[in-house]
Structure formats: structure tokens, C-alpha cells
């Protein structure tokens, strides 16, 4: 069974331009998380879509966005790319609702450098 | 607020244990975990353990959990070069199903 995908793997991209991350989640996951990983700074929680629904958000400027398509998969938006955006950015999945442990399932992710 | 602590790095020689703790702040999480990271990957769940429990352990790893505290600690017994790894401690907030990690406790074994 093929885990979460994340394309691309790497991008490369210049002060003010937008990125777009993709995400496939692990098939069955409803739930799709965004979370960027700077430097030094561990994982910082981004976004949560379940069912199509942006369901919590961190503590990001709204430039960063994102939505989850009706077959789960998601997109993450980067608007007027500034230096510090530079990160891995990781997606997980995972199954929702009674019984679950709530266990993410990560991509490897995706590497943002802005010059 | 939301906020999970960890130690920033740990040295260990092989064939020792290697100790990783955490504090964290929300007493209503239902799980707390520990993932790894490799150099180049993703996170992978290493284990977990439900917030009724106050020790868990699967082979080399022992989990211990201070709800009074909000303390959590990652044993590995007879720790391996192939365990060097970035370690992070995730409690549940907000909801189960969200996640909030530490910024991770690097594990550097030497032999």
C-alpha cells in the first residue's frame, strides 16, 4: 500500500512568488495536516483539512493556504514568498473518528528554498 | 497554551541507554507520542502511549508517562549507531486528531 505522497521534492523559487506543495494521502485517510519544519525551529503545525474542510489552523499568516479535494488529496499555497519560508514542509494523513489513535502518517516532504 | 519541551541534543556511546524526556502542557491529551526523524525523511511513529497509562514498552523501547508532571520519557535499551535520529515527543490538543510536537531531541551515538 503506497504511503503519502508528496510532489515536489524539492523547489527552488525567488521573494515574492508563490509556491504550490501537493500532498496524496494514505488511501482510506480522510484527514490531511501541514506542518513546516525550518531549521532549528522543529515542526510547526500549519493546517488540517478532513473532509474537505479546513478544520484548525496554526499560527500563519494568511498566505499560506491550502484545500483538500474531494479525493482527500491536498495543496499547499505559499502567497509572496519571503526568505524565512524556506523549510521542509511535511504532510501526514491519518483516519478520523472513533477508535482511531490518532497516529500521523508522514511524506518525506517537500523542500522549499526561496532566494 | 500549546506547548511541548524538549532537550536539543543527546550523546550517547553505543550499547548504552539512551534517555529522551519531554514536558508538555495539555493535560486533556488522550495520546502522547514519540516519532523519529532520519536524516532526509519524513517522521515515523516510533510509539505511543493513551494518557491512562503510566509505562509502555515494545522490545528496546520503554516509554514512561508523570501525568502529575506532564513529563514523558523515551528509554532505548542497548542503543544502536542506527538510532542516531532526530526523536520528537507529540501530545494531542484541541481535539484528538491534532497534533503538537516538540522541536526534537537529536540522538548522536558513538562508539
Known amino acids: 500500500e503506497a504511503g503519502v505522497t508528496q510532489s515536489p521534492t524539492h523547489l527552488i523559487k525567488t521573494r515574492g512568488q508563490q509556491a504550490t506543495l501537493r500532498c496524496s494521502p494514505i488511501?482510506?485517510?480522510?484527514?490531511v495536516y501541514w506542518y513546516q519544519q525550518a531549521l532549528g525551529l522543529g515542526l510547526q503545525f500549519l493546517l488540517w483539512?478532513?473532509?474537505?474542510?479546513?478544520?484548525n489552523r496554526g499560527n500563519f499568516p494568511p498566505r499560506f493556504s491550502g484545500r483538500q479535494f474531494p479525493n482527500y488529496s491536498s495543496e499547499l499555497n505559499v502567497n509572496a514568498l519571503e526568505l524565512e519560508d524556506s523549510a521542509l514542509y511535511l504532510c501526514?494523513?491519518?483516519?478520523?473518528?472513533?477508535?482511531?489513535?490518532?497516529?500521523?502518517?508522514f511524506g518525506e516532504g517537500s523542500r522549499l528554498t526561496v532566494l | 497554551g500549546e506547548d511541548v519541551e524538549q532537550s536539543l541534543f543527546l550523546s550517547v556511546r553505543e550499547g548504552d541507554s539512551s534517555v529522551i524526556n519531554c514536558t508538555y502542557t495539555?493535560?486533556?491529551?488522550?495520546?502522547l507520542y514519540w516519532y523519529k526523524q532520519e536524516p532526509g525523511a519524513g517522521l515515523q511513529l516510533l510509539t505511543y502511549?493513551?494518557?491512562?497509562?503510566d509505562m509502555k514498552q515494545d522490545q528496546r523501547l520503554t516509554v514512561l508517562l508523570n501525568k502529575k508532571d506532564k513529563h514523558l520519557s523515551l528509554r532505548i535499551a542497548d542503543t544502536q549507531t542506527g538510532d542516531s535520529a532526530i526523536y520528537f515527543c507529540?501530545?494531542?490538543?484541541?481535539?484528538?486528531?491534532?497534533?503538537?510536537f516538540g522541536a526534537g531531541t537529536r540522538l548522536a551515538v558513538h562508539p
Open positions: 501526514a494523513s491519518s483516519l478520523t473518528g472513533r477508535g482511531s489513535t490518532g497516529e500521523l502518517f
Open positions: 488511501s482510506g485517510h480522510t484527514s
Open positions: 483539512y478532513d473532509e474537505g474542510e479546513e478544520r
Open positions: 495539555d493535560s486533556s491529551s488522550t495520546y
Open positions: 502511549i493513551f494518557s491512562n497509562m
Open positions: 507529540a501530545e494531542t490538543t484541541g481535539g484528538y486528531n491534532k497534533l503538537i
